[in-house]
């Protein structure tokens, strides 16, 4: 299979649509797995509360329960002491006029009760409970379902869940969600200079960063490694790598052999095995890559270059892997440039930057000194890519940048 007519040398923007609409066609199944195991998965469907939260009325302190009609508007009142309620008790003495029940946090409130007054805020004298003027009707008192009340959302689909949204789950009693099917990714390393990071280098090698840096990135979002490649600048060798890792993954990254040279062998292996969507963006670094598709796997091919490789991954790979799992898009960051810049060239640029909050709670942004495509130590030390948009422009200290993390 072979296509002549794809997009080359876009800008970022259109990049973004096409790949958003690839991936759109590409989402990956539902299935439904135990709370417990739905940690870091992505909800495929609005869950709706089952019950109320709290399923009742209950009390937020430690105190006394009464009626908040019997409150004193002047001086004191004395309380008679009815009983008491703990949290988790199967019953409660019922308040009539006058009188109160001991209860602690989280106890449900008794019948006729609709205020807690806390125990510090009280005097105790035998069975009777002195409360003073200035307590307030219905204080201290968790309504049934004022956290989610019953039928109403409780997480749309979208929603990655972490701790936070597991708990909100158990408290609702879901005991099984519906998430997206984790994703399956292979990485294929290229390059004859590329050895493995526990050999000794011999003349014209280098250790092979992005076979352990790519399945790293694939992970922290969220994927699993289907299989990790390395092969060397070789179109057959290239060619059996990618119907490998294709038919055992959902999405196949490449690095390396994307641009014009004579060992950049994956365009046109692609563009034989099945479809290409484009190849080259206007963007600094990482203009060289590519994506396509082999049968029903999509495929990234990314620059050489580390930075460029990592970059790239971040505004591309991350965009894909969240659009195949429905993932609701991560809100944008803005930033203050530290200094002025002199953009000289017509591309948008991905900047590593490090990020810092001043004392009004400005975010500013100082663009690391080692910003070459090659350069490692600028993508470790750097906490944001700060996004410059496209043509060539003067960028003064202060101005608003969008910040990627």
């Known amino acids: 299979m072979s296509n002549d007519h794809y997009p080359v040398r876009i800008g970022l923007q259109q990049a973004l649509e096409i790949v958003a609409a690839r991936a759109a066609e590409h989402r990956l199944p539902v299935e439904r797995v135990a709370l417990p195991d739905a940690h870091g998965r992505v909800l495929a469907e609005d869950l709706h509360a089952p019950i109320d939260l709290p399923p009742f009325a209950n009390s937020a302190m430690d105190g006394f329960a009464l009626r ?13 002491l009815a009983g008491e309620i703990m949290a988790g008790a199967a019953s409660a003495p019922r308040v009539h006029a006058g009188q109160c029940v001991r209860i602690t946090t989280g106890a449900p409130m008794p019948v006729g009760a609709d205020t807690v007054v806390i125990k510090e805020n009280v005097r105790v004298e035998g069975n009777r409970v002195i409360v003073r003027a200035g307590e307030k009707p219905g204080g201290n008192v968790r309504s049934a379902g004022e956290d989610f009340a019953h039928g109403s959302l409780a997480l749309a689909a979208g929603t990655s869940l972490r701790a936070a949204q597991l708990g909100v789950l158990a408290a609702l009693g879901i005991a099984e969600v519906p998430v997206r099917r984790t994703l399956r ?10 050895v493995p990071v526990e050999q000794p280098l011999g003349f014209g090698e280098i250790h092979d960063s992005h076979g352990t840096m790519l399945p790293a990135l694939l992970r922290e979002s969220g994927a699993e490694i289907a299989v990790c490649l390395r092969v060397r600048d070789d179109p057959a060798m ?5 119907l490998e890792a294709a038919a055992d993954a959902d999405l196949v990254i490449g690095s390396g052999g994307v641009s014009a040279g004579e060992a950049d062998h994956l365009p046109r292996v692609l563009a034989e095995l099945g479809e290409i969507h484009f190849h080259k963006v ?8 590519l994506f396509g598709r082999i049968g029903a796997c999509l495929v990234f091919g990314l620059p050489g270059n580390p930075v460029s490789a990592a970059v790239t991954f971040r505004v591309f790979v991350r965009f894909t892997l969240r659009a195949m799992l429905g993932e ?3 809100s944008v960051q803005r930033a203050r440039l530290t200094g002025a810049i002199d953009k000289r060239h017509g591309r948008a640029e991905f900047l590593r930057c490090t990020l810092r909050c001043d004392e009004q709670g400005v975010l500013w942004a100082t663009p690391h000194p080692q910003q070459g495509s090659h350069m490692l130590r600028g993508l470790a030390e750097s906490d944001v890519l700060v996004l410059l948009p496209e043509e060539a422009r003067e960028l003064p200290r202060g101005t608003v940048v969008t910040a990627w993390p």
């Open 68 to 80: 908040g009609a019997d409150l004193p508007a002047i001086g004191e009142r004395a309380f008679e």
């Open 238 to 242: 290239l060619r059996r790598a990618l």
């Open 185 to 194: 990714a292979a990485v294929i390393a290229t390059g004859n200079e590329l």
């Open 282 to 289: 206007r963007i600094k670094p990482g203009m060289p890559m």
């Open 328 to 330: 609701a898009a991560p």
